[in-house]
């Protein structure tokens, strides 16, 4: 073959791998954002905007969702670390960080020339055995007074013990019935107030104010109605008031709405929470009787509240009902009152079902927001382990793994396990940014503990990241959720998969009225 062909060749292979190029150093440019955050010795990141504004995390999803990236690989990067948030509530570093290295290794063995399908077939299946071994290894929790809980609300709470005490009280007064309810998540408990005290109650805040100062501050032994509505009288329209027949229906709709504010009264509730606004003359009525309500109360908030007091939510229309059958839907609490300086109602020791609140305070506005995220990792991260258990951390677990990983390559046909190398790859690289962000060198300090793991036979072992040594992680009381750890590699699986898969990548036209069409986007315009 003459240089003219040669050349010819090369330029034909970096054409057909341009868009895995580009892509793939867009992932890597977004993993790099993020993996210095890693670990205890993670470092922060600081991220500005146009006004000047300053967010100061070490938040691995906050990073992600805040920061400018207008490449769609890197997009698509971000919404698995938003999905990875929503679905576990942490490990978004983790899974960016694997996501990262399984792509740039899958990108390195197809420019060797591996196929593609082949990389995404050992890829799938390294993923799949690796998910299998973790899942195999999680320990259970012994109940929610194990204080292996503590410790993992340490590791999540980036050393924070106030806020791991906080977390773990919240547990054990949800019950362990409720943090494994699907449905349910502890991280919604977490309230941040600039100013505020660090506490933990049994009960929900609504983050309203009285409509009226003269209304009680305080109630107590309250019953509570919950409107799901206005507490209004019902409207008709301009064209009905003009006529006689409206106006005397207009009549009959005021009568009834006096008539059902006087029922409320003669009932004794003390506390009625509506989800749009209160009339004027009900705002009076309630108000003479020593009635607390509070208005334009978010959905989620009355969501809560009702669960918490037992209340059914109810329509205006439904207060027609009689008092026997309105009585069904009210809700109880031991206490309700207004917390005047932080702004907000609280109703404690609702008769419904328990739910615990959080609150968590600092001097700062930004230093209360990264308390708040810190605060919902480790809510997250505890509940995670109520669920599916522990799993030793510090990357000891994923290098565990990633050494049996490496005996699929035996039973893995052709050019599939370079895929399978791409796996353990990736599975190394928590431990090796771990290691690093601690000041030591990974390459030195893997060779260590592996060789400690096989001779031990402890799957445990990792590095202290304070002196350098090999260290049983369980001892140390360094410990992860076995589900953040699942998800994350799955995750990283699905994004690198996805990515490795484009094989051209093409802009839309502007105009979705215009004729179909097409026009290749040059690498420029990705940057």
Do not use: W
């Amino acid at each position: 073959m003459s240089l003219k062909q040669q050349a010819a060749k090369g330029a034909d292979v970096d054409e057909r791998l341009s868009a895995l190029i580009t892509n793939s150093n867009a992932v890597r440019a977004i993993a790099s954002a993020v993996e210095g955050t890693l670990g205890p010795k993670g470092l922060d990141t600081m991220l500005v905007d146009r006004f000047g504004e300053v967010v100061i995390t070490n938040d691995g999803v906050t990073i992600l969702t805040t920061m400018e990236a207008n490449h769609p690989a890197a997009k698509m990067l971000i919404n698995i670390a938003r999905a990875q948030q929503a679905e576990i509530g942490d490990g978004t570093t983790s899974a960016t960080v694997m996501a990262g290295a399984l792509v740039g290794e899958g990108v390195e063995q197809v420019s060797k020339g591996v196929p593609v399908t082949r990389v995404i077939e050992g890829i799938r299946a390294g993923i799949k055995k690796a998910l299998e071994l973790m899942r195999e290894r999680a320990v259970s929790i012994k109940g929610l007074q194990d204080p292996v809980l503590r410790q993992v609300a340490l590791v999540a709470g980036r050393d924070h013990e106030d806020i791991a005490d906080l977390v773990v009280a919240a547990a054990g007064m949800t019950g362990e019935e409720k943090l494994k309810d699907p449905s349910f998540k502890l991280s919604d408990a977490i309230f941040s107030e600039e100013g505020a005290d660090n506490e933990v109650f049994m009960g929900v805040i609504i983050n309203k104010e009285r409509i009226c100062k003269h209304m009680p501050r305080e109630v107590s032994e309250a019953k509570v109605l919950i409107i799901d509505d206005a507490l209004e009288p019902e409207e008709l329209g301009d064209e009905a008031l003009a006529t006689e027949a409206g106006f005397a229906r207009y009549q009959e709709l005021q009568e009834e709405f006096r008539s059902n504010l006087n029922k409320i009264v003669e009932m004794g509730i003390k506390v009625v929470l509506v989800d749009r606004g209160i009339d004027s003359f009900a705002e009076e009525v309630l108000t003479d009787a020593g009635i607390m309500a509070v208005q334009r109360v978010s959905n989620k908030e009355l969501r809560k509240a009702a669960e918490h007091t037992g209340a059914r939510p109810i329509k205006r229309t439904g207060l027609r009902k009689e008092t026997a059958d309105l009585g069904k839907y009210l809700g109880t609490a031991e206490k309700v009152f207004e917390n005047e300086k932080l702004e907000h109602i609280r109703i404690l020791q609702g008769g419904g079902k328990p739910m615990a609140t959080i609150l968590v305070g600092a001097a700062t506005e930004e230093v209360v927001g990264e308390r708040e995220r810190i605060a919902k990792d480790a809510a997250a991260s505890v509940q995670a382990s109520v669920k599916g258990g522990i799993v030793p951390g510090g990357g000891s677990i994923e290098l565990a793994v990633a050494r049996e990983v490496e005996i699929v390559r035996e039973h893995v046909r052709g050019m599939a396990v370079y895929g399978i190398d791409c796996v353990v790859d990736a599975l190394k690289r928590p431990f090796f940014q771990i290691v690093a962000n601690a000041g030591f060198n990974p390459l030195e300090k893997i060779g260590d503990v592996i060789a400690a793991q096989l001779r031990e036979g402890r799957e445990s072992l990792a590095i202290d990241c304070d002196t350098g040594d090999v260290a049983d992680m369980f001892a140390l009381g360094v410990a992860d959720p076995a589900l953040v750890k699942v998800h994350a590699l799955k995750a990283a699986g699905e994004i690198a998969e996805a990515i490795l898969r484009i094989d051209t990548i093409i802009k839309k036209k502007e105009d979705s009225g215009a004729q179909f069409g097409k026009d290749i986007i040059d690498n420029d315009d990705l940057r």
